[in-house]
């Protein structure tokens, strides 16, 4: 009788005990702000109406360690889609994604910034990996502004995607502001190459040429895309996105990984879904791994 007790005891302090270390990670951290997404804001009803597939990855594609993908709705809705699911099928260890955007409003305190957010939309909350959010701001590489965030499609328009796809999935918001140093986005993507752990992802949110007729943006993405499946450091200026330095720091972070291309979802453009032909955005979805 006596060891039945111990054995209940030691079983219920261990249920308890997980209870806790749930709840713990479960709840929001105490300096998250909460910005709740509206399927009008997301355009939702219309951007998940464009279909898309997984694409089943080369034999050679290791462990998947960055993303990028566009953020222009809803005609860039199918190649999210993709892109997310292709994520969830090839990295089913993810537990953390990085979300890396261009400022575009130029709103943020410094030249790189980063918050603790709960994301609400219609699909269900997001949360922050407080631990990352907090390493990330003790690096001195990146402050803590919340205030900048509400207002940046680049990071909410990928939210659902996250829910749909990856819902248990967490996320660290960054957004890179387009005057930042050279010197500067390198030292951020060799950090970031550094510290984020196998469980992590890193995606860069950004769209290709923009205002430009279909044929020639067309043509200037095929260009783009070469230089960010290639990682072609030495022409990275020349490459067409609104990504600015971010691209820089993802890079960084690839050569740092020692990643030697990235593998091609997609590739698009407004005009491709019935809107403007005149004055349009491009877009690309591409994966980069390392071998395991």
């Known amino acids: 009788m006596r060891t039945r007790s111990i054995i209940f005891i030691v079983t219920v302090t261990s249920v308890l005990s997980a209870g806790v270390i749930w709840f713990a990670l479960a709840r929001p951290s105490e300096d998250s702000v909460q910005i709740v997404l509206s399927d009008t804001q ?131 918001p960054l957004l890179i502001r387009p005057d930042m140093q050279g010197q500067e986005a390198q ?23 923009h205002y430009q007729p279909a044929e020639l943006a067309r043509l200037e993405d095929q260009d783009t895309v070469e230089i960010l499946q290639t990682i072609d450091s030495s022409r990275v200026g020349e490459a067409i996105t609104d990504a600015g330095p971010a691209l820089v720091v993802l890079f960084t972070f690839l050569n740092q990984r020692n990643s030697s291309e990235g593998i091609v979802l997609g590739t698009g453009n407004q005009a491709d879904f019935g809107a403007d032909r005149e004055s349009t955005t491009g877009y690309a979805t591409l994966v980069y791994w390392v071998s395991r």
């Open 42 to 172: 997301l355009q939702w009803q219309k951007a998940r109406t464009y279909g898309a597939n997984a694409r089943e990855l080369p034999q050679e594609a290791g462990q998947i360690i960055a993303a990028i993908g566009p953020h222009h709705l809803p005609y860039s809705s199918g190649l999210l889609k993709g892109l997310y699911e292709t994520i969830a099928q090839n990295k089913p260890d993810l537990r953390t994604i990085v979300l890396m955007a261009p400022d575009h409003y130029q709103a943020a305190a410094e030249s790189a910034v980063t918050a603790a957010i709960t994301y609400e939309t219609s699909l269900g909350k997001t949360y922050t990996d407080d631990s990352l959010f907090s390493e990330l701001v003790q690096s001195g590489l990146v402050l803590h502004d919340q205030q900048v965030f509400a207002d940046e499609h680049a990071v909410y328009t990928h939210i659902p995607y996250i829910q749909t796809y990856l819902p248990d999935v967490r996320i660290v």
């Open 187 to 209: 030292e951020l993507g060799v950090w970031l190459a550094g510290r984020l752990p196998p469980d992590t992802l890193l995606i860069l949110s950004t769209d290709l040429s």
